[in-house]
């Protein structure tokens, strides 16, 4: 399943050149400290500069999404944890919002890196409108199956509910390792080091292989990661 997955992951694109390295404030870090919010603005808006571009070619290479002009936000909102997501405006341009707590708890410029190839991914790849489809297949399904069983109205509605939620749980694992591939090549291709980016993973809780989780367990997510930049860099 690996190596197919990756085996779609390839653009054939040329990708913008990074900018010089050494323009670039990088942030290392000791475990636990706090990052100088100088510090991690101009880190982030550094990543911004140099992902945005190749992200934007990646997406227009591959053809999938019909608008590649990401509009990269900071969800200022208080009290919000460390995230990011990927949506798209009422215009369909698509949204990437970091909140300000991933900033600050990133450890380097590549872990901001990574995450924003990754986020990205999911547009350039369709998840979102994929997932919707999804959900709405195993809805249509489950009530179907329910209705032949002689279910009422509420039974019916009831497992149209509980499809929509299992056939989205099942492809989201997937999609979320398919844009960990595709969002370590970009942020190869930007001059970062994803598998040192994928190194958030290790501050994550790992999910592991639950039956109804949304995300892969991070050890499977790490040797996506590490497959892409060993293809990358010709190892």
Not at 187 to 212: E, I, N, S
Request: aromatic fraction near 6%; hydrophobic fraction near 45%.
């Amino acid at each position: 399943m690996m190596a197919a997955l990756l085996a779609g992951c390839v653009a054939p694109t040329t990708f913008p050149a990074p900018g010089p390295k050494g323009t670039e404030q990088v942030l290392i870090r000791p475990a636990g400290d706090l990052l100088d919010s100088r510090a991690a603005a101009v880190n982030f808006l550094t990543v911004v500069n140099r992902v945005e571009p190749v992200a934007e070619a990646y997406c227009r290479a591959e053809r999938l999404a019909q608008r590649c002009d990401f509009q990269i936000v900071i969800d200022d909102r208080p009290g919000q944890p460390p995230n990011a997501f990927q949506t798209v405006d009422k215009a369909g341009r698509p949204v990437i919002a970091f909140s300000l707590a991933l900033i600050a708890d990133a450890r380097n410029a590549d872990e901001i890196a990574f995450v924003l190839g990754h986020e990205a991914a999911h547009h350039i790849l369709g998840h979102i409108p994929k997932q919707a489809e999804t959900a709405l297949s195993g809805a249509m399904m489950a009530g179907i199956l329910a209705a032949a069983a002689g279910a009422g109205q509420a039974e019916v509605e009831q497992a149209q509910q509980v499809g929509a939620g299992l056939a989205a749980r099942r492809f989201s694992k997937e999609y979320e390792l398919q844009a960990d591939a595709v969002g370590a090549e970009i942020a190869f291709h930007a001059g970062y080091d994803a598998m040192r980016g994928a190194g958030f993973f290790d501050r994550l809780p790992d999910p592991g292989d639950q039956f109804l989780g949304t995300h892969p367990g991070n050890r499977q997510r790490k040797a996506v990661v590490a497959s892409v930049v060993a293809r990358l860099q010709g190892v």
